[in-house]
C-alpha cells in the first residue's frame, strides 16, 4: 500500500472508531476485510490511528472537524506534512480537499486543544502537575517507548540482552528500576523472540517495574498478594525480586487468564484466587493494590481512556479506590504493610484517596512516590503504607 492508500485505511477506522467501536476492535475488523494488507501496512495504519486518538483535539481544530477525514487532515498539518500531497485522489489516495479544506484552520488554539487535554480536566492536572503540566502533556500526545523486565531469576541484563540481539532486538538498560530496559529496535518481534518465550524478559513499562521496587525489601516468610492483579505483570515482578511465591486476585477472573502460562514461562509461583480465598487465607503480610483508575498516566497507551473520561466517571473512580483501600486494609496482618497504586496523574486518586484512608487512623505512611511521564515511563503513584 502507498503511504496515501495507508491514509485512506486509516480515515476508514476513524470513522467506525466515531460509531463507539474501540480502536482494537475497529483495527482488527479493518484487517480482517482487507486481508491483502500485508504486516507492515496494518502496523503503519495502526500507528497512524493511534497518533490521530493520542492527538484528537489538536487534529479536530486543524483539520476542521471530528470526522475521520478531519481528524486526518489535521493531524498531518500538526505533523508538520502538506495534506495536499497525500489528499490526492489518484489511485487508493483520499479524495482531494476541498476549497473549504484547504483554508486555514486552528490558527488561535485553546489551551486544550494545543495539548491535545479535555478542558475540564485541566484545573485538576494543573493542580496535580503543577508547572510540569505542559511538558507531561506533550509527551501524551506521542507514542510510548516498548518497555522490558529482566527476569533476573533467569538471566542478567548481558544475557537477556544478547539472547534479544539474536533476534535482531535492540534494547537498552532503563534507569527507573534496576531490572528495566527500553527496546531501541525492532519492537514489534518481541512476542516470537526467543527471550520472550524462555521467560528472560517480560513486557513491562520502567515505572510499573519501579513500583514493584518500592516495595522492597520483603521480610523472609512474607506472605503476599496482588489484589488487582489483571495480567499479572506485578505479581510476575514481585515473585522474581523476592524468589517467594506469590497470590493474584482479580475482580474479574477472566483478566488473570494470561497468569498461569506467564508464571511457567518465567518460573514463578503464582496462585490465582478467589475473593473468599483471599479473606480465608488473610492476614497478608504486604498487600499491593494497583487500584482501577483514570489511567492517565498511561494515555499514550489507551488514548481513547483520555476522551471517555468524565466528571462522573472520575467520582465513580474515586469512589472504588476509596472501597479497595477500605477491604486490602482487612487483609493485612498487625505491622503489615499495604501497598496503594495508580497509573495515575490525578491527585483526586492518587494522595487524596490515600490521606482519607489515613484520617481514618490505625495506619501509617512509610512512603510515597510519583512516577512522571517526564522520567521516560507511564505515569505511576504509589504509597506505602504500614499497619499500627
Known amino acids: 500500500m ?108 485553546s ?11 485541566l484545573p485538576e492536572l494543573r493542580r496535580s502537575l503543577g508547572a510540569d503540566l505542559e511538558p507531561v502533556a506533550m509527551i501524551l500526545r506521542d507514542r510510548a517507548p516498548v518497555g522490558l523486565r529482566v527476569n533476573l531469576a533467569r538471566a542478567s541484563h548481558e544475557s537477556a540482552c544478547a539472547a534479544l540481539r539474536a533476534d535482531g532486538i535492540g534494547s537498552e538498560p532503563h534507569p527507573l528500576a534496576a531490572t528495566a530496559r527500553i527496546v531501541t529496535a525492532n519492537a514489534r518481534r518481541l512476542k516470537s523472540a526467543q527471550a520472550y518465550r524462555d521467560g528472560l524478559v517480560e513486557l513491562q513499562d520502567p515505572a510499573s517495574q519501579a513500583v514493584v521496587e518500592a516495595l522492597l525489601p520483603v521480610p523472609e516468610g512474607a506472605r503476599i498478594l496482588d489484589y488487582c492483579a489483571g495480567g499479572g505483570g506485578k505479581a510476575l515482578a514481585l515473585a522474581a525480586a523476592t524468589g517467594r511465591p506469590v497470590a493474584a486476585h482479580d475482580a474479574d477472573p477472566r483478566r488473570m487468564r494470561d497468569i498461569p502460562d506467564r508464571a511457567a514461562r518465567a518460573g514463578a509461583a503464582i496462585a490465582c ?46 469512589a472504588i479506590q476509596d472501597e479497595i483501600l477500605a477491604t486490602t486494609s482487612r487483609l493485612v496482618a498487625r505491622g503489615g504493610r499495604l501497598a496503594y497504586a495508580t497509573c495515575s496523574l490525578l491527585e483526586a486518586e492518587n494522595g487524596d484517596r490515600v490521606a482519607g484512608f489515613l484520617d481514618r487512623g490505625g495506619w501509617r505512611l512509610l512512603a510515597e512516590r510519583r512516577f512522571s511521564p517526564r522520567e521516560g515511563g507511564d505515569g505511576f503513584f504509589v504509597a506505602l503504607l504500614e499497619r499500627e
Open 111 to 121: 489551551e486544550g486543544e494545543r495539548l491535545d487535554l479535555p478542558d475540564w480536566l
Open 273 to 318: 484466587l478467589s475473593a473468599e480465598a483471599v479473606a480465608a487465607r488473610a492476614p497478608w503480610d504486604l498487600v499491593l493494590a494497583d487500584a482501577p483508575c483514570s489511567g492517565s498516566g498511561a494515555w499514550r497507551r489507551q488514548p481513547e481512556a483520555k476522551w471517555t473520561l468524565t466528571p462522573e466517571r472520575l467520582a465513580a473512580l474515586n
Open 2 to 109: 502507498t503511504p496515501a492508500a495507508r491514509v485512506a485505511a486509516a480515515i476508514e477506522v476513524l470513522d467506525r472508531i466515531g460509531t463507539g467501536v474501540a480502536a482494537e476492535q475497529a483495527l482488527t475488523n479493518w484487517a480482517r476485510g482487507n486481508r491483502f494488507a500485508g504486516s507492515g501496512d496494518r502496523a503503519a495504519i495502526r500507528d497512524f490511528v493511534f497518533d490521530a486518538l493520542r492527538r484528537r483535539r489538536s487534529s479536530a481544530a486543524l483539520g476542521g472537524g471530528a470526522a475521520g477525514r478531519a481528524l486526518a487532515l489535521g493531524l498531518l498539518r500538526g505533523q508538520g506534512a502538506d495534506p495536499a500531497e497525500i489528499f490526492t485522489g489518484t489511485g487508493h489516495a483520499p479524495p482531494p480537499l476541498t476549497a473549504e479544506e484547504s483554508g486555514a484552520f486552528g490558527a488561535d488554539l
